[in-house]
Nanobody, 123 residues
Framework: VQLVESGGGLVQAGDSLRLSCARFGRTHDVVAWFRQAPGKEREFVAAISRGTGNTHYSDSVKGRFTISAINPENTVDLQMNSLKPEDTAIYYC???????????????????WGQGTQVTVSS
């Protein structure tokens, strides 16, 4: 399944952006956002269980980003506030069938990915 991200762009530090992820399957309970900055490894940002509403965030975005499941549009959005230059990266949406506190942060646990959307935050 190919997920589709939208909503990236170029903003200034302190601004907000909202990313959206669509086309995950009915068997995908967990939808997450990862990001990859130039020269760095892809890292976990946030995840949500569509069934229970449980969420988990990386420490670097906690309090600034909010992940939510939007119905009936059937999307998972990432609201990013108080953006910083270090948030600059390609943001990827990913999905997997089951929620587990450890596996939600693990790239290999996800069986579907999007192509990514660029977020650039200028200082």
């Amino acid at each position: 399944v190919q997920l589709v991200e939208s909503g990236g762009g170029l903003v200034q530090a302190g601004d907000s952006l909202r990313l959206s992820c669509a086309r995950f399957g009915r068997t995908h309970d967990v939808v997450a956002w990862f990001r990859q900055a130039p020269g760095k490894e892809r890292e976990f940002v946030a995840a949500i269980s569509r069934g229970t509403g449980n969420t988990h965030y990386s420490d670097s975005v906690k309090g600034r980003f909010t992940i939510s499941a939007i119905n009936p549009e059937n999307t998972v959005d990432l609201q990013m506030n108080s953006l910083k230059p270090e948030d600059t990266a390609i943001y990827y949406c990913a999905a997997q069938p089951a929620w587990h506190r450890i596996s939600i942060k693990v790239l290999k646990a996800y069986d579907s990915w999007g192509q990514g959307t660029q977020v650039t935050v200028s200082s």
